[in-house]
């Protein structure tokens, strides 16, 4: 049974930071894609963060570049995203996705909210 459990979201200060975590199960990890996506009450599910199979390469949306980082441990099966100098703006449900395109293949987590308020 395939499972993506996104772990570390709740309520920050701004300026604060979080490290969220997206553990994964039933299926080969480290032949996915992975990424984090983003969506705050009334908008589009935007991507945030995105990890290629091995980890050799990342690109991240403009707004957040320079402040989020996102990384894996193929060895523990886990996807990470870690958020700095957080906005209000970043507050909305983080999900955790993995992709693989031949043949393709998308799984998605249950989403966890990050709330960024003072």
């Known amino acids: 049974q395939v499972q993506l459990v996104e772990s570390g979201g709740g309520l920050v200060q701004p300026g604060g930071s979080l490290r969220l975590s997206c553990a994964a199960s039933?299926?080969?990890?480290?032949?996915?894609?992975m990424s984090w996506y983003r969506q705050a009450p009334g908008k589009e599910r935007e991507l945030v963060a995105a990890?290629?199979?091995?980890?050799?390469?990342?690109n991240f949306a403009d707004s957040v570049k320079g402040r989020f980082t996102i990384s894996r441990d193929n060895a523990k099966n886990t996807v990470y995203l870690q958020m700095n100098s957080l906005k209000p703006e970043d507050t909305a449900v983080y999900y955790c996705?993995?992709?693989?395109?031949?043949?393709?293949?998308?799984?998605w987590g249950q989403g966890t909210q990050v709330t960024v308020s003072s």
């Open positions: 990890i290629s199979n091995t980890g050799s390469s990342t």
């Open positions: 996705n993995a992709k693989r395109y031949y043949p393709t293949t998308v799984y």
């Open positions: 039933g299926f080969m990890f480290s032949s996915y894609s």
